[in-house]
Every structure is written in C-alpha cells, then in structure tokens.
C-alpha cells in the first residue's frame, strides 16, 4: 500500500497564524516523505523553539521539539545512534542562525546524512517579531521599534563555509518546487540544507508573500513581476564531482557566492549546491568500526540472557596488567 | 630509629612533560611485579610544559586508598621539587636529587609561582641559609633526613659512551635512572624493575637494553655509594593474584562499555577528557561468548564523538538515547553548567541519558587541574524548574567501575537523567586492583520496550509514550520503531508527547514525574545507597561521599590502633537521598561530622535539609587538594577531645 | 441576593491577538479615571494569534493585590471563553456574550485543547445537557447566573450605516463595545469610558468619535434591555491621588532606569521580554535638574542589545559592567540556565553584574507563558563550585521597582552577582499604583574608585584588584580607567588578577569572597530582607517569598474578618538568608504554614537547611496559574481546623 | 614620552612550550600597541580559554581572560560602554570556531569596532591537542589517535559570510607583518577579524614552522619554499568601497573565496578584505542615542550629590497615568 500525505498527519490543532508560511513547509515536507515511500515510523523530525518548532506535532512520524538552537545536536545524536531512520530537522532562523549558529557551523564540516530545513522569515515569530539573525541592517519590519540594528545574515553563505555537501533554497509558497528539493536534499548523502523563505503574515510585513510574489511591481497588463525565481539549471550548474580541478571547484565557489548574494529585485531559489566529493560521516565511522551499520548502537544487544555485559572485557584488562 | 617493610610513601616531582609519569609508571610496576600494592595521586597545572608536577605514591603489601601529608622518600627531577617540597619529607626520610643541582638558586626556577617562592625564601631566611637547592637540602639534612645526591649526567655518559642517544631518549633514561635509584635506596629487587621495562616497551630490544644498562649503573652506584639502612625497606611479596594498575578515568571508561554505553560524546576538559580518549582508543572490543549467542554479534563498539561544545554533547547523547541506545557524556563543572538546560528537556522527556561529572576545583574556570568537590549542591539543583534526577557519587575506583555500570540501569528504569558524581582526586588516582567483575552488576533496561512489544500495544490506538501509570513509569521505546509513535517537547505535553497549557494534565505530568524518584527511593537496595564501616555503636560517626572515602578508610585504621572507634556512613546515593536510614545510622551518635573537600559543607546542608540534623563538626578543605589519610586522622582526634572549632578546615598539600 | 458596590471581580477573555489586552485596557482606564483601584492578571497560550487569552480584573476602592477563584462578571469574545469559564461565574454574577454564539457547539472551537473539551463535555452530559455555547449558559442561568447577550453585529450595523469599517477598527469597536455593556451592567458612568478613549486615541478624532458611538449605542442597549440590579455596581470616587496603571515588566524597566542601569543586554523570552522592550522604547529619558548640575548631562540613555543568545546576554552585560558602567540582563528559566558558566565568572571576578530573573512554568521549555515559583533553588546553587550572590524576590509592584534599585546598590556593595528574582504573575499583572519614588532608595556603588582616586592608590606599585582586605570587598575601577590596570580570569588568581594554583592563596581568595556575603548579612536592613504582616503574636505564622505575597495579604483580611489571625513573614532577600531573624519570627508560632507556587516547596527546604526548623504544612501549587485569595483562605481554614495534611495543593485556575 | 614595547609586558611568568607561535602572536600584539602609542590603560585585550588565552597575563593593559568561547560577547560589552577603550580580543580556533561559533557568527554583522584575532593551531593545545575545528579532514596530527573525522572550517571564507567588514590572516612568525596586520586592524572602524597561523609544535606536527617555511622542500640550492606568502597588493586589492556596484562587489567576493581556498602549497597571507561601506556598531548607536559618545555607560554619573537617581522619570509615569 503506498503511503499517502495523510499517513504523515496528526490530528493535533494547528495554531499558526493565518497564512503562515510554515504552513507550506509543513505541507512540503509532508508530501515529500510520503511521495518518497517513506512509511512514518522510519523517519524522525527534529526541530528547535519558535513557531517553526512546533512542525513535529503536526506530523505524524517519530517528532522531537528540542531545544532552542540545539536541533542539529540532538537530531546528530538520532541518526547516528540510529543511521536507518530518515532525519529532518527543521527550525527558525533565530534558532538556527542565532542562538543555533555554532551547531550550524559545526554540522557542517560533519557531513551527517540528514536534512536541515530553515524557515527563515527574518523575525523571531514565537516571541513577537523581533529581529531574527537574517533580517537585514536598516530594516524595519511593524513589530520593530526602530530599524534593525545588525546586518543580516545570508544562510546560504554560511552554509557554504560551513561545509554543508548540499545547499538549496526554496519558497514556502512553491510548494511543488518546495518537495522536490527536500526530496533531493534527503537523498542526498551528507548534511543537506534547505533554506526556506518563509512570510510571516504577522511581524514581517516587509517580506511577504506580495514582495517575494512582486505584486508591488505589476507590469502594465497588471501582471506581478515576482522576486523569486527559480534558478536556471543550464546556466547555473550546481555539481561540485569528483575529479574536478580546483580552478573548476574555485570556479563554483564564485558563482554560488554571486548567485547566494542577489536579493531585493531577484532572489535566486533552486539547489545551489550539491558536492559529491567529500565522504559523510558514517563513511568516516565505517573506517573505525567497520560493522557499525550491522549493529548500531539503537540496535545493539549489551547483554546476554543473564543480564550480563555482553562486552568481553578481557582484551582491554590485559593491556593494564601489571601482575 | 626503626625500619618499616613494604609501607612507602614516595614523591616523584619534575616539569609536565618531562616524563614524571612515565617514571612514575615504571616504579608502580615494578613494585606491583613484586605483588606489592600501589595507591597514586598525581597533581600538575593546568599547563602543557614546565610548570611544577608531581606524584604521590603508596606502596603497601595490602591496599590503601589515600595519600599521606609526607612522603618517606622524595625523588626529585629537578630543582623545584626539592623547593617545592623539601620541607615535606619525613624526619627519617630520603631525598634523591639531581647532585649537579644543588648551587641552583630559586631564583633559577623560572615556572615557580611568585607566593611559593616568596614563602620559601621567607623559610629559609628564618633559618639563616642562603637561596639555593643546597640550601633546602641542608635544611632537611638538619631534620635527619637522609640525602642521595646522584650524578646522573656522569653515570649516563659512562653508560652512553660510544653511543649516540637522543635527547627524548636520553629524558626517558633519566626517569629510568631515577626509579632505579629509588628502588636501590628501598633494597628491592632490581629484576623487578627490568621485568617492568620489558613490560612495557614491549619488543623494542635496543630501547630495552638502554634503559637496562642505566638502570643497572644507578642501582649499582646508589647501593655502592651510600649506606643501605633506609627508613622503608621494599620486599616482593607471594601473590597469585591478578591486579591491574587501573587510573580513575579508566576504571570508568570500563565500566561504561561494560554497562554498554554504545555512545559517548564529550567536549574536551581536564579532568574528563582522558575517559573519552580511553574509550575512543578502545572504541572496538570483544563480545562475550554468551552475548554472541543471543545477538550472533562478535564485536562490540562505542562511538566516541568530540563535539563543539558542552551543550552539543549532552543534546547529542540525548538524541542517541532516544533511540533506545545507551549513551553519555562526560565532563567537568564548566561543562556540566552548560548542560543544564537540556538536563531538564531530558527531566521532562524521561530521557535516560547519563553525564559523568568529573569535579574539580571551582568556580568557573577555577583551578582547572586540582580537586574539589564542590558541585554537588549545583548538581542537585541544576536546570530551571523541577525534575527528578538520579544522582550517585563513587568514592573509590572500584566504585568508579560499578557505578559507572549501575547509573545507566538507574536512568533506564527510572526514565530520568542520571548523574554519576567523581572528581579530579578519582580522575587522577590509580590503584593496583583486581580486575573488575562486570557479572556483578546485571544490565537492567527497564521499561524499553523493541518492536514486537510495541506492536502488540499499540495496536489499540497509538502509543502513549508518556502513559499515566501508578509507578510513574511509562513504557518507552527507540526513534524508528514500527508502531511506537511518539513526540517530544520541552514544553509540558500529553501522554502522547504533544504539548499541552491544560491545568490538570501539567499537574498529573509533575505528579508523574516526581512519583519515579519515589519509586527509585524504594527500590533501590540499601547496599547500593550507603556503606557503614567500622563500629556502627561508635560515639564519632563521620558521614560523607565521594572520593574522600580512601582517606577516611585509612585514618580509620589508625585511629583504632591509637583507640579511637569510629563509624563511617559512606553515601552514595545522593538523589533520592536515604534520608531515614542515613538518620538512623547517625541519630545515636555523640559526635557527629561530616567530612567533604569543599567549602560550605555542601552535604551537610543537603543532609540537614533531609533530616533537619546538623553536624558538630564540618571537617572541609578547598586548598585544590584532597585530603590526606593524616589529615583525618587529626582532625578527628581534635574533635573526640573536644576541642576543635566547629569547622575544621584542612590545608595540607603543594 | 444583596448588591456590593465598588468589589469586582471581572473576567474578559477571546482569542489571542483579537483584543482582548485593548479591552482590558479600556476597561482599567475607565475604572481607574473613577478614582478605583485595578488589579488585573492575564493569562495566555505560548501562541501568537487564534489560541484563549484572558484577564482577570478586580475593581475595589482600595488597593487590592490578588485575583479571585471565581469571577462576577465573566465578557466573552468568542465562544470558547464561555466554555472554558462558565463555570466559573458567582452563582449571583453574570456572563457578558455575544448573542449570536449561543449555536455553537465545542467541537467548532478550533483552538480548545483537546483535555479541557473532553472535561467540559463531560460535564454538560453529566448535566443533561448538550454541546453548544446556549448549553453552558443555561447551566450558568440554572446557577442563578444573570445572562447578558448582546447583538453585537446588529448593534455595529446600526451604528455604522452608511461607514465603512475595516475589519481590524471592527475588531477594536467590538472591544470597546463589550467594555460598555460591562459598564452598563455594572451601573458605572460611562462618561469615564469615554474619558479613557480619548486619552487612549489621542487626538485620532476618528477613531475616537467611531468608537464613542458604538460605546453609546451598547451601553443603551444594555441598560434598556436588562434589569438595572446587577449584584455589584461600581461608583466613581473623588479622590486627588495621582495613579499610575503599571505592569511588572514595567515597573522593574522604571526602577532599572532609576537605578542608572545604562546598558540592558537581551534574548528575548517570555516572560521576560517585554522589560527590554519597553526599556528600548524609553531609552532616553531626561536627567533631573540636580543630576544636570554634577554631570552637565541633560539627558540620559539605557543601550538596549538583542544579543545572538543569552550567554551573549550575560557575558556581554558583564563586560560592560567591567567598565563601571551599572549593566543587567534581564532573563527566564531556560536562558537563565543557560548563564550559569558565566555567572560564575562574575562570582570569581566580582563583578556586580545584575540579572532580573522571571520565573515561568517550568522545566525545560515548560509551560512558557504561565506561572511558577520554580526557580528557587536552582538560582540559590547555580554555577559549579562556590562563589558568593544576592538573591533577592519582589513580591509586587511597589518592590519590583524598589528592588530594581536596590540591587544593584547591593551587587555593587558586595561586588558580586546579584538576582532579582521575579515571575510570570509579577509580570503579567498590571496594577493601579501611586508614581514610584525612585529618591526612597539612594543609589549607592559600593568601593568603586574613579581616575582621580586610583591614581592616588595605585602610585605606589599597581593596582590590586583583588587585595585583601577584612571586609572581604576590594576597590575597583572601571576598564580605561588611568592608573587602574587590573586582570579578570576564571581562575583562581591573585590580588592583582593573575592565575595562580597556589593553595595558600586560593584558601585565602575563597574566604574573601565568602566574607563578602557574611557582611552582607550584617549590612542590609532588616526591612529590606523581610516583611513581617498581621498579627506577630499570633497562632498562625505564613512563610512565603515572592508574587504569593499579594494573594496572602488579601487573604490575611478575609481570614482576620472570620476571625483567623495569621501573621505573615515575606522573606525578600533570600541569599543572605537572615535565617537567625525569621527563626524568631516564626519559632512561636502553634502552626507554621509555608506557601510557595511550585511543586517541592522550596523555599521550605532551603529554611529548613538554615534554621533546621519544619513546616507543619506545606501549600503549593504547580498547575501554572498563579495562587488566589480564595484558595490561601481556604487552605489556610483548613490547616486552622486541623483538618489539612501536610502538603495542601492548589489547583484553581483555567 | 612615547610608548615602548616595554610598557606592554608583565612580569607574570609565560608557561606556554618553547617554540610555540602564541609567542609572535603576543610580541606583535604588544608591538603594535606600542607603535600605535597607545597607553596601557587604553587598551583592553579580552581572551578566550586555552593556551592563546593566557595572552591578557602577559600584556600591562587592562586583561580580560574569559570563559571558554565567550570572548567576543564580553570584548563587546566592554567596548560598547567604554567606546574610547581600545579593545583587541584574542582566542584559539577552537574557543572561537567551535564552542564559540554562534558568537563569531553573530559579532560580525553587528559591526562593532574592535578586533579580533584567531590562534590558528589545528588543535586544542590546553587540553592536549584534540582536532580543533580548523583541522582539515583526514588528518592526523600526533596528538590524534586517528586521522580527524570533521572536516575543517576555513575562517577568512566563514568570517566573510558572518560579515566582518576586514579581514586578514596573518603568521606567528613573521612578526613584523602582523604588526602590520594588527595595526590596521585596529584602525579599522568596524569588527575587524585577523586569523593567524600558529604552530604548536607540542601537538601539531603536521602545520610546523617547517612546514610553513617550506623547509620539506628545498630546492637545489638547499632553499626552502616557504608555503606562506603575501598576497601581492596589486594583483589582489581587498577594498570595498563606497560607490562600488554590484558586480564589482561580487568580483570582490568570489576573488576573495578563491584566495582564502588556497592551503597546502600556497598559503597566503595579509589583508583579505577592507569593507568601508558598511555602518559600524557605534554609528549605528548614535542614530538612536545622538549623545552617546560624550558621556558613554562607562563615564555616566547615574546619581546627584545627595545619591539620588539621576533619572527623571516624569515622562515615563506621564505615559502610564490614569488620573
Ligand atoms: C534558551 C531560550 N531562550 C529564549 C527562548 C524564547 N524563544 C522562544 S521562540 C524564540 C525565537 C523564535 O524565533 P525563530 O527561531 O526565528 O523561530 P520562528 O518563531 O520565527 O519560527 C525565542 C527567543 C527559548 N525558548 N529558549
Ligand atoms: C566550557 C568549557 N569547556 C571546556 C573547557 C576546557 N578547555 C580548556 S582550553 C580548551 C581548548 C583550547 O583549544 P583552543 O581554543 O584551540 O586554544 P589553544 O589552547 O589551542 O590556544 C578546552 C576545551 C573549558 N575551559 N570550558
Ligand atoms: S507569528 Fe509569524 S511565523 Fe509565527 S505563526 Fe504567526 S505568521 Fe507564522
Ligand atoms: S600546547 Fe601548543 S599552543 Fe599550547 S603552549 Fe604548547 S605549543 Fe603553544
Ligand atoms: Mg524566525
Ligand atoms: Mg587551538
């Protein structure tokens, strides 16, 4: 029996806000697993603290609201203890940039073979709108008493020089674009991140879903010229492969950096990277235990039928022997 | 003046990284070939070269447990130890130094600190000598102590000569040479000491023989050049047991791949750290027969994993731990106080996960190598708002390993986290002792529930992970079980896991919650809780936990020679505290202290919380070191003749 | 059935983001411009927009300081208000709704949560009852409660013939529409409503004459529709008193500002935020005429940072600090937990950094938005190892401004680090007071030195920081300071700053800091550590601390009027304990009773330690709601009569 | 009197091994100063935990050793309520890239004006020469059991995407430009980010002075070819200037990320990037406290000479009164 979206939903109230974006994320992560055959039990949904955190519950699979900012270390903990479930760790842009930002980096050069989804709608939904990390200097959104102070951050950099193997962008209101990058960001093998432009309705009145959808710029046939657009596959190629030159490499680092950059009249969506040339970690884990994957830790028996250990300590008592 | 046989104290100091260890290694296992017993202490800086370390070490023919205020014979590598600790060598006792030393003034000694050096110039000035390690030389001299002055660069060239040696090799000689030395002075056995050398460089013949050679010229000079009328007299000993020479970090390490931690992340700090390279280093191990059996398994693993920092370690243990793996983490205070918030996300998801607290002397950064323990009353109260927590300290390394096993079944079967209590003094500490018994302590999993069960529950409608029960237990199951369906949330949540705001359920879900402790308060056996030694109709009972327990053991012994009964109530169990037993086991006392290394008496007021008892005396030391066998022993002394203050504060240590 | 007049308890609730606070607002204005004082509390969802909020208001002619069990005037805006609070109207009170909701039926209530629907069906079945809104009113009407359903979307039609209103300004006239037909049935002027519309809108003339119509058309309808004898009715009172209307967060922003607090550092947390927020909204205010003459300065500034986390927070408030600037942070549990490292990095370099601490539900992410005394004793013991803090609790709004100011006079005196602790009732309750008075509390910095000063000490050899002294406090001076250069480091250090490992000079540094606190105790007056209320002879004694205080001493009246006489002591500063002081006050008493709003009473359990003495009852309550007057009066009869065991438990609020 | 080197040093005893690059480091922190001719009581130089930390010990001028990550946040605070100190900040690369990521992360957008430099060693020296997380994939310092399993952070490419408005990477050795660097650093108005490489020959033996230096390959003359060299100022200009347009900026960018890629058999090093047209912190302040600067936190009276509040509060209860 295939599985269906509804296989993947609870019937727990939703209290979003009324045109939320997470509402599409949610959707799109939903469809993705069940359009990836994904039955509920096999996948976990880790997320942080915001409006963002509060996915899990309306998804029906394995769902862990954590922390604020410790998403990645507890969804790290999961699928390593554990590497046959499917990981998708979702959170804010406060959560993930902010407060999260050193897990960020630091799961990146790690390489785990997971999903991180960031719902980045440039304010602190779940405490009222206050300036999140990405939101840029100058701005003021209407629940700002003045303009915001720091200079925003560009995730897609970030994730860059973080060394995430598979970096996208998607758009909570292109839901069809939206599943298919989380299923290729799933598929992947290694960290994988997906920043999603998610309008919050309520604080962000700034970057809504008119901005990013243009209609403040119709054309004379009163046609919106939206901002998003989709990256063009032909022009921009996102492959980093084994066997390239670094000239080559180099060459795809700029054009990301380019492309990662523009913002305000077009702004890019699409898969920006997807790097095939390093191992991931339970490739790395392999060369140390090269029967982890057999048994892994949330598999292992640590006891006979007696209860004992059943860990043959023997080796480990002669190295420190003295008599 | 009498000679003793087989019971040394011995001091062993130079610069970090100069190879004190190595030597320190060599000597304990030369005397354990001869089924002697060993205790050591080591105590160095937070600091990678130079600065002033050295080693405590006991030789006994029965096992002890403690350091002593002075040693019989100190063995210094270079000119600091014998400033350092020169004034700390017992009247009858030895000092073996470097004899090219001793014009050497300290104003040479360049890692010394300012208040050290200050106060030995103070010393020595009142003494009216001059500045140099013959001046402090002289000085113990005057008090009878015995001098072995050995000219190691004249013994090593005599050796060496035609041979060309490295100066790394040439470093490790010199240790070699040292040990030799102290061992000629000591009358033992020199085939021990080379029984030790081949033991451990295994197979590499031309290192060997090296170290052979100089240690058969130090021996042969020290025997031909001084008198062999030492204090201690070392003596091999029959044994046909089996010992190891386990550290504190190690006998940890054990116990957890035997407990079958698969898991452990950790953060790097002093004095945690060297449990996780141990593990990392030993991350592949053997799989009993029987365990084969069942799981068709040979081998077994733990994945270490060096995260970004503190809060990744333990949020990453606990996301192992959801999936029914055991995992932990391991750390000292300035990690564990990042810890706390996810502390109480695992309070409130019932989520077993286990942090190895290694204490060390605080607060903040504090004195980042030295003993203390003085997190317990933060460790008891850590994380905002209220949730059960599990909380043993082991007092000795025997304990170390039991309780390293016995914690993770505490946080299975109470579904709660779990805190295993040690410090800088265990850390640190290494014994000879007879390989641990891992059939002693029965894995129990508790209420985790694979697949098939799940599936035959929740059949009838989704799995309730947070069940109401009259236990207060729930069944739980791992991430990515067919059927067991469950969410998480820091927030107060349903029997389902998804969060709630209602009243009523927030108070069943603290009432839950709280009843496990209860729960765990009963269950556990008093055996695991406390110990009571020695003469529980004693007028002094003493009351205290962790590490301190080698000294006390130790003084009580002495104590009892001189006449003094005492008891000791050893706790172990810190949460859920048995309040009532511990109550009975001190009530009828006239005397009661209690004896911990911080500076508040934190027990103390832990236990006066639980029984509204107090103590008459608080017998405490926060200097950085731990307390001596000698320090107890007085400062229960003075108590029993009524004259103490009501807080005793010990200061012995360099 | 007889009419009170001027003693409501008045209850408004809706969805979140509907209103419901304008409404309140409106509501408290209006009373408050009639010379009466306001109480009210608000509780929410950790929600932003759809789920229940509500305010619980009480309207006297003296000030009062709690809330109610149950309310005598319940408003709906929606039919979920009905549901979740039909119950709880005084059998003689009255239920304010919208007439078109009496169809509703629970299961189109989208936001309810899934236990309170189950608990109310039940309930309307076990009455016979069916599922509607219409069904729950007729319950209350069966009471004797008074129904008043208004036609609001006619009302609104007949108003706005021919206008166009948008649905936002709708929503806001709706607002002020159940604000008149409260009014109207509590018989009060509704000319005050008005007078509070203007001044609300100011100068929007629009606006203002929009909603004035739609207050005039509902308070006719009410009063033409219903008897005119509701059981209470509000009178205006003359009275010259100037009043401000204040919320917590507020009044400890006011005191900070007062107390020269020049940086605030923030994450923003519920139920912390809004101090910060309004903080960054004023933060340039003028300086007095007499500050203008010393400084020249005529205004002054509080820098406001929304820091990456709260480590940031506190580190970074801490650093500002170091220049002798007065810095705070202002927190919640979970950031709270997240500071501990630091603070005791403050603790070791003595630094007077200040952080306001709002206790919420709790553990872990808890139960955000609601109430609990949880934090106690993680605040008491927070940080590893041992270093010296001030904790001190407000118990309303008159302290939280005062303790604003004195705290940071008692971190900078002690140099140490220093909590206000604080809560989600403190927070979210809002208040008619008379204006602060911020020259009651005189600002007071301690040992801290400028240029001219330090140039003076420190020409002879450097500037000890941290030098000996026998009160334990050291001189300081601020980063950039000419002649002042000192050293911080986590570690143990020295006089001047600089790390040691030295055991001499670490016992002596751990006992300056501990002097700091035992000074402390001795310099601060007894009236600001702790209260003492009603009767200190008499049978009863109440230990509390905390937001309980209002609720207590509202009780204490209704007790004293049915002849119980209690005596109640409200321990402020909670570290230094005055345990010798509240030992006498509360030794006499026949019955000790200890009141706190969490799970394990622990403020019981931290008395206990310090004075050894119990509590014959312990009253608590853990289900996120703050305690009413009612529930202390019951619980307090009970223990009275003898009749209570040990641990009573409050569990009244939705 | 003008200021000496001398004037910057302690007498405290320096306890890091011999040879190690912490050494240059401080000599040029401490000549930089001096050559600035700052006072010492100017200057406060704030550090993280590790060997690198001790650093404020050694320097006479206001020393802040902080907690294990948490130096930045501190250095801010401090220079926010003292903006007339000069504030330099100093921490290993595992205290600023790992357990204080979030921070690095979140210091640069904010902009503030100081300075910040990174200990670059690969490992974590203090606590016995664990991979930092500079250390590149796969390899195996002595220090290490196995070969490392994370991959490396690149900090120029992670400081340029936190949004550091100058960036430079310098080498202990080579003192006399890292004077040089540290310098303009320091002059820089804005958060200014100097990475330098730092042997530790106790832990690191793969990244030694010889290997900088080239010595592992001489040529036939027996001249080493040192590894580290200077970026040329003429063929690589790290301005960003005011008037720039688009495009050149992102030249600017993808020159910058191909430069700071570079390691293993170029390394370069000197000023990567000098952004000047973005707002510093206290710019941004002055926008909404126009009189900040004359009477900073740091020098405000905050009480009358009776001790009562400065603060007059009529405005604030003005708004609150309601009668
Ligand atoms: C340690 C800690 N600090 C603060 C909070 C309060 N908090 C809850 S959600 C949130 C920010 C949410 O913003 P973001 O991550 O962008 O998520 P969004 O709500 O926008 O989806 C904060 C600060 C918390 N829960 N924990
Ligand atoms: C919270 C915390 N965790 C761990 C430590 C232990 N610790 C001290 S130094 C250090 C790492 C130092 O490495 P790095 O930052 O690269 O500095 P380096 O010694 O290489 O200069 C660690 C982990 C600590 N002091 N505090
Ligand atoms: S506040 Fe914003 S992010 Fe949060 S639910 Fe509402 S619209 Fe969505
Ligand atoms: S361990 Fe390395 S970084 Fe630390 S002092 Fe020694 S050489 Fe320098
Ligand atoms: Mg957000
Ligand atoms: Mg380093």
């Known amino acids: 029996m295939p599985v269906k979206v509804q296989d993947f939903k609870t019937a727990v109230h939703n209290n979003w806000c009324p045109g939320c974006g997470d509402f599409g994320i949610l959707n799109s992560v939903q469809m993705a697993l069940a359009e990836m055959n994904l039955e509920p039990h096999q996948v976990a949904v880790f997320s942080g603290i915001g409006c963002s955190g509060k996915t899990p519950h309306y998804i029906n699979a394995y769902g862990v609201h954590t922390l604020h900012g410790r998403v990645l270390p507890f969804a790290i903990g999961g699928k390593l203890a554990n590497p046959e479930l499917t990981v998708v760790a979702v959170g804010g842009d406060g959560d993930g940039m902010g407060i999260g930002g050193g897990h960020f980096v630091n799961a990146g050069r790690r390489n785990v073979d997971m999903t991180y989804i960031l719902h980045n709608n440039g304010v602190y939904g779940l405490t009222k709108g206050q300036a999140s990390p990405t939101l840029k200097l100058g701005v003021q959104t209407k629940s700002l008493p003045m303009p915001n102070i720091n200079e925003g951050i560009n995730p897609l950099f970030l994730s860059l020089a973080a060394g995430y193997t598979f970096i996208a962008r998607g758009y909570a209101y292109d839901i069809k674009h939206l599943v298919g990058l989380i299923k290729q960001a799933i598929n992947h093998r290694g960290a994988s991140f997906v920043e999603v432009l998610q309008p919050c309705p309520t604080y962000n009145d700034i970057n809504t879903k008119d901005w990013y959808g243009g209609e403040d710029r119709k054309d004379a046939t009163g046609r919106a010229a939206p901002r998003v657009y989709k990256v063009d596959e032909k022009s921009y190629n996102p492959d980093i492969k084994p066997g390239m030159s670094a000239e080559e490499v180099n060459g795809k680092l700029a054009n990301f950096v380019s492309k990662a950059m523009e913002w305000g009249d077009r702004i890019p969506i699409g898969i920006f990277m997807k790097n095939e040339t390093t191992s991931s970690y339970d490739e790395r884990i392999l060369e140390r235990i090269p029967f982890y994957m057999q048994v892994p830790p949330a598999k292992r028996l640590i006891a006979d039928e007696a209860n004992r250990s059943s860990a043959d300590l023997t080796p480990l008592f002669n190295e420190l022997k003295v008599r | ?654």
């Open chain 2, 1 to 654: 003046m009498s000679q003793r046989t087989n019971s040394l104290a011995w001091l062993l100091g130079g610069a970090q990284y100069s190879g004190v260890e190595s030597s320190v290694t060599l000597f304990a296992r030369a005397c354990a070939a001869g089924g002697l017993h060993i205790y050591s202490q080591r105590e160095y800086y937070s600091n990678i070269m130079g600065e002033h370390s050295y080693f405590q070490v006991r030789v006994d023919e029965k096992p002890i447990h403690s350091i002593r205020s002075t040693a019989d014979l100190i063995v210094s590598a270079d000119a600091e130890t014998v400033f350092i600790h020169g004034r700390n060598v017992n009247p009858n006792g030895g000092i073996i130094y470097d004899s090219k030393l001793v014009d050497t003034p300290i104003s040479k000694v360049p890692m010394m600190e300012h208040q050290a050096r200050e106060e030995i110039l103070h010393y020595l000035k009142s003494k009216g000598l001059g500045e140099t390690v013959g001046d402090m030389i002289k000085d113990a001299e005057k008090r009878g102590v015995r001098l072995y002055p050995i000219p190691y660069d004249e013994l090593l060239q005599k050796m060496a000569s035609g041979q060309m040696i490295q100066l790394a090799q040439g470093r490790r000689i010199a240790n070699a040479m040292a040990v030799a030395a102290s061992l000629a002075v000591l009358n033992y056995d020199i085939k021990k000491l080379e029984e030790a050398l081949t033991e451990i460089f295994q197979g590499k013949k031309k290192i060997i023989d090296l170290n052979m050679k100089a240690v058969e010229i130090t021996y042969d000079y020290v025997r031909k050049t001084f008198k062999n009328d030492f204090l201690v007299q070392l003596v091999p000993i029959a044994t046909k047991e089996t010992r190891l020479y386990v550290g504190g970090n190690q006998a940890v390490a054990l116990g957890k791949i035997a407990a079958g931690c698969t898991v452990q992340t950790y953060y790097p700090i002093s004095p945690a750290t060297d449990e996780s390279t141990y593990l990392e280093a030993h991350g592949v191990f053997p799989h009993t027969r029987e365990a084969q059996d069942v799981s068709g398994a040979e081998k077994g693993s733990i994945l270490v994993i060096q995260t970004e920092d503190e809060i990744a370690a333990i949020t990453m243990a606990t996301g192992a731990t959801l999936t029914g793996a055991r995992a932990a983490t391991s750390t000292s205070g300035p990690g564990f106080s990042l810890m706390v918030e996810a502390l109480g996300w695992a309070g409130i998801n019932e989520v077993p996960v286990v942090v190895q607290l290694y204490q060390r002397g605080s607060p903040s950064t504090g004195l980042p190598t030295r003993h203390e323990q003085g997190d317990l009353r933060f460790v008891l109260h850590a994380g905002h708002g209220e949730f059960p927590r599990i909380v043993l300290a082991s007092g000795d390394l025997e304990e170390c390993f039991y309780d390293a096993m016995r914690i993770f079944n505490y946080a299975e079967r109470y579904q709660t986290p779990a805190i295993h209590l040690l410090d800088k003094a265990l850390a640190s500490s290494s014994q000879t002792l007879a390989p641990f018994r891992s059939e002693m302590v029965k894995i129990d999993r508790g209420a985790l529930l694979g697949e098939r069960e799940v599936m035959a529950k929740s059949s009838n409608g989704g799995f309730k992970r947070f069940e109401y029960t009259d236990s207060g237990v729930s069944e739980r199951t791992g991430l990515g079980t067919k059927g067991g369906i469950f969410w998480n949330t820091g927030d107060e949540h349903d029997e389902y896991g998804h969060i709630i705001e209602d009243p009523t359920v927030r108070v069943q879900m603290m009432e839950k919650r709280a009843k496990k402790l209860e729960l765990a308060a009963k269950e556990i056996p008093l055996s695991e809780k406390m110990n009571i030694f020695g003469d529980p109709k004693a007028e002094t009972v003493i009351l205290s936990w962790g590490s301190t327990k080698g000294a006390i053991l130790d003084a009580m012994e002495v104590l009892k020679a001189e006449g003094v009964n005492v008891c000791f109530v050893q706790v172990r169990l810190i949460q859920p505290l048995p309040s009532e037993e511990l109550r009975q086991a001190v009530i009828n006392a006239k005397r009661r202290l209690c004896i911990e290394n911080n500076f508040s008496g934190q027990f103390a007021g832990w236990v006066r919380e639980h029984t509204g008892l107090t103590m008459d005396h608080l017998i405490v030391k926060y200097n950085g070191r731990p307390m001596s066998m000698d320090e107890i022993v007085n400062a229960v002394k003075q108590s029993v003749k009524g004259k103490a203050p009501k807080r005793i504060v010990l200061t012995d240590g360099e």
